[in-house]
């Protein structure tokens, strides 16, 4: 045999009325848990072989399943990584064996032992399915147990507790959910004995049942109700009880009772739920905790993420569609852990999908979220985080189609997120921007892949507004082919000094800027790679105190405006260093310059490199004054200039030391100001336009 599943259903299929001398001689007791095994016949045992070489060995005398060969702290560090439990080493004993949680386990008792009669020890068909049911996720976690209840004598008690009752949702499902405490009378004694099943399942509500059984000299366990044609559990089983024959009345004491809970180990699960798609795969849906239908799917994982509660944990998706019909709310403490890419959330509406709003760590990672792919629905976005949040992570998430943007934290009127961090996600084909920081306090945005943006930016980080952004890192993003601006920043006027660095990004195909930084303090752009944008490499506008360092530039190429490799527009006291700019276009004499100066004073612009630009290498334009212009490299400048460094008229008082315009230029340097100084080399400063 393959797998232990498929044992006992092969067993169970087997009448069990011959009475084979061991099933009257042993018992079983023990629990299974839902794990693919193998099995072999040694000596006397058949021999069960769980994941990763574990080993259960069934001994066909005594119908005991235990764990060998493993002590307490292997075995729960095992079955709380591969069940996704949290097992205490308190449910296991010395030997390894797996205890129960909340009460005895399922059993056959042995002959010896049976209180009222032999029947008591037999094995049947439905005992073998009852067990088998565990590997389909259908049993007790905990409480629920059956006892007589005495007055009247005909009547038994149901223990309030919780099961992972199938059928938890209108369409189909499957649910931990609470098993209320209730009492169920046992009908009228028949000729010949017979056994009942109580049960518990959920029609509209977790609802109580007795499963009458046939009555015979040697009776059976009912199977009427209890699953369905294909084998499936649609009743979860608690207690057989033995109605002698006989007439009127039957009086139930406890002898009457066999426990036939099977529990599944889950009361100690409070912080990990798995919920499957309702395309998922058999075994995924085998292990879930909810079992979604395909609409309003928001409602099996909200109600999954109450189950863990304030505590916090982990609600896993299967693979497949999870389908909704309004936002999923995200609870505090929460992380929602799809399979990569497999794992689609869709909501096809003017909402947003996933939803963190005011609420303090949490965490989407491992999974693909679809929008409406409509322009109009300006709501619909990705993931979302609002408020007051806190400590929220995104990661590794695909987002696709959205009306508007992939992924956003933004303000509201009661406060502002804060440590949100964007790492590894994957945005594509959003209504506006990929990812959008709005008035966000200490955010990181990390090795993100954003692309095929119909409109907006690709990243977007706003400081407007009473709030602002002070604490932020953009790195190693890649965004391509974006009909906006590839890196947008953007502050208000007056605002306070920030600590924002955008390093190490790739930048191609954008329709706007590579990188614009408007209204802002204290900006650091570093090492970054721009290419192919429609307007300026790096605008840098109405800025002070940043720096621009290391970044290479290459085809700015918008023949259709006036564009340059780095843009310092009214900016001031900034540092221009080290950056390699090339191929930059333009259509006017004095378009495409590779690094532009306009009403920009006190900067330093320093060993950077210019190639093949259509105007000038450096042009100082407007009133450019007290600038300190040193060690620049500037080479092949084109037909609209054709001037290495140009200054225009208005532009005083600046400095130019060591700067290398020899190559490739038709005129070196031209200064139509006035109180420049130079140290360049060049003869005199007498070259005019």
């Given at each position: 045999?393959?797998?232990?599943?498929?044992?006992?259903?092969?067993?169970?299929?087997?009448?069990?009325?011959?009475?084979?001398?061991?099933?009257?001689?042993?018992?079983?007791?023990?629990?299974?848990?839902?794990?693919?095994?193998?099995?072999?016949?040694?000596?006397?045992?058949?021999?069960?072989?769980?994941p990763e070489g574990i080993w259960c060995r069934m001994d066909s005398y005594l119908y005991r399943l235990r764990l060998l060969q493993e002590h307490r702290r292997k075995r729960a560090a095992y079955w709380s990584e591969r069940l996704g439990l949290e097992l205490p080493e308190k449910y296991f004993a010395p030997d390894g064996s797996l205890r129960v949680v909340g009460g005895a386990a399922f059993e056959i008792p042995n002959e010896a032992n049976a209180p009222l009669n032999s029947d008591q020890?037999?094995?049947?068909?439905?005992?073998?399915?009852?067990?088998?049911?565990?590997?389909?996720?259908?049993?007790?976690?905990?409480?629920?147990?059956?006892?007589?209840?005495?007055?009247?004598?005909?009547?038994?008690?149901?223990?309030?507790?919780?099961?992972?009752?199938?059928?938890?949702?209108?369409g189909g499902g499957l649910g931990i959910l609470p098993v209320g405490a209730g009492n169920k009378t046992i009908e009228d004694m028949d000729a010949n004995p017979r056994y009942d099943l109580i049960t518990t399942f959920f029609f509209g509500s977790v609802l109580l049942h007795v499963i009458k059984g046939t009555a015979a000299v040697e009776p059976e366990f009912p199977i009427t109700s209890l699953y369905d044609t294909n084998g499936v559990f649609i009743m979860v089983p608690l207690a057989a009880v033995y109605v002698p024959g006989g007439t009127g009345a039957p009086t139930i004491t406890q002898d009457n009772i066999i426990d036939k809970r099977m529990f599944l180990g889950a009361g100690s699960r409070t912080t990990t739920m798995f919920v499957a798609a309702s395309n998922a795969s058999p075994q995924a849906?085998?292990?879930?905790?909810?079992?979604?239908?395909?609409?309003?799917?928001?409602?099996?994982?909200?109600?999954?993420?109450?189950?863990?509660?304030?505590?916090?944990?982990?609600?896993?998706?299967?693979?497949?569609?999870?389908?909704?019909?309004?936002?999923?709310?995200?609870?505090?403490?929460?992380?929602?852990?799809?399979?990569?890419?497999?794992?689609?959330?869709?909501?096809?509406?003017?909402?947003?999908?996933?939803?963190?709003?005011?609420?303090?760590?949490?965490?989407?990672?491992?999974?693909?979220?679809?929008?409406?792919?409509?322009?109009?629905?300006?709501?619909?976005?990705?993931?979302?985080?609002?408020?007051?949040?806190?400590?929220?992570?995104?990661?590794?998430?695909?987002?696709?189609?959205?009306?508007?943007?992939?992924?956003?934290?933004?303000?509201?009127?009661?406060?502002?997120?804060?440590?949100?961090?964007?790492?590894?996600?994957?945005?594509?084909?959003?209504?506006?921007?990929?990812?959008?920081?709005?008035?966000?306090?200490?955010?990181?945005?990390?090795?993100?892949?954003?692309?095929?943006?119909?409109?907006?930016?690709?990243?977007?980080?706003?400081?407007?507004?009473?709030?602002?952004?002070?604490?932020?890192?953009?790195?190693?993003?890649?965004?391509?082919?974006?009909?906006?601006?590839?890196?947008?920043?953007?502050?208000s006027a007056g605002a306070g000094r920030n600590t924002i660095s955008i390093t190490g990004n790739m930048v191609f195909d954008c329709d706007a800027d590579g990188i614009q930084v408007q209204n802002a303090i204290g900006i650091v752009v570093q090492g970054n790679t721009i290419r192919t944008c429609g307007d300026n490499g790096i605008n840098m506008f109405t800025c002070s105190y940043c720096t621009v360092a290391a970044n290479v530039v290459y085809d700015v190429n918008n023949d259709l405006g006036v564009f340059y490799g780095i843009y310092l527009n009214v900016t001031n006291d900034s540092a221009i260093t080290g950056n390699v700019i090339n191929d930059v276009g333009g259509n006017a004499s004095d378009e495409g310059a590779?690094?532009?100066?306009?009403?920009?004073?006190?900067?330093?612009?320093?060993?950077?490199?210019?190639?093949?630009?259509?105007?000038?290498g450096i042009w100082l334009s407007a009133t450019a004054d007290n600038n300190s212009i040193n060690g620049n490299v500037c080479s092949n400048a084109g037909a609209g200039r054709d001037v290495g460094i140009l200054v225009a008229a208005g532009c005083d008082n600046n400095n130019f030391v060591g700067n290398n315009l020899s190559i490739g230029n038709t005129t070196e340097f031209t200064d139509n100001g006035s109180g420049n100084k130079f140290a360049h080399g060049v003869a005199s400063a007498t070259h005019t336009a």
């Open positions: 045999m393959n797998c232990l599943l498929g044992f006992l259903l092969a067993l169970a299929a087997t009448p069990f009325r011959a009475r084979p001398l061991e099933a009257r001689r042993g018992g079983i007791r023990g629990v299974i848990a839902w794990a693919s095994v193998g099995a072999r016949k040694l000596g006397g045992f058949v021999e069960v072989m769980l020890a037999e094995i049947d068909a439905v005992d073998l399915k009852i067990l088998a049911s565990g590997s389909q996720r259908c049993g007790v976690v905990d409480g629920c147990a059956v006892t007589a209840q005495g007055t009247p004598d005909n009547t038994v008690a149901v223990a309030a507790g919780t099961a992972l009752v199938p059928s938890a949702s209108a849906k085998a292990q879930a905790d909810y079992l979604c239908d395909g609409i309003d799917d928001q409602v099996q994982i909200e109600t999954a993420m109450s189950q863990i509660g304030s505590v916090g944990g982990c609600v896993t998706f299967s693979e497949g569609t999870f389908t909704l019909g309004d936002q999923i709310d995200v609870l505090a403490g929460i992380h929602l852990k799809g399979q990569g890419y497999a794992t689609l959330i869709f909501r096809n509406a003017n909402d947003p999908i996933i939803n963190i709003e005011d609420v303090n760590n949490t965490e989407v990672s491992d999974l693909r979220v679809r929008g409406s792919n409509t322009n109009t629905h300006d709501l619909n976005r990705g993931v979302q985080v609002v408020g007051t949040a806190s400590e929220s992570m995104i990661r590794n998430v695909w987002t696709e189609q959205t009306g508007y943007d992939g992924i956003v934290a933004l303000s509201d009127v009661g406060g502002t997120p804060s440590h949100v961090t964007v790492m590894g996600c994957h945005v594509q084909s959003s209504f506006d921007d990929g990812i959008n920081f709005n008035d966000t306090d200490f955010f990181e945005c990390v090795g993100n892949k954003v692309r095929d943006l119909t409109d907006g930016n690709g990243i977007h980080i706003s400081m407007g507004g009473s709030n602002g952004v002070h604490y932020g890192v953009v790195q190693g993003n890649i965004v391509t082919n974006v009909s906006g601006t590839g890196i947008d920043i953007v502050g590779g690094i532009r100066l306009g009403n920009a004073s006190r900067n330093t612009v320093s060993n950077n490199r210019t190639d093949n630009t259509h105007s000038s």
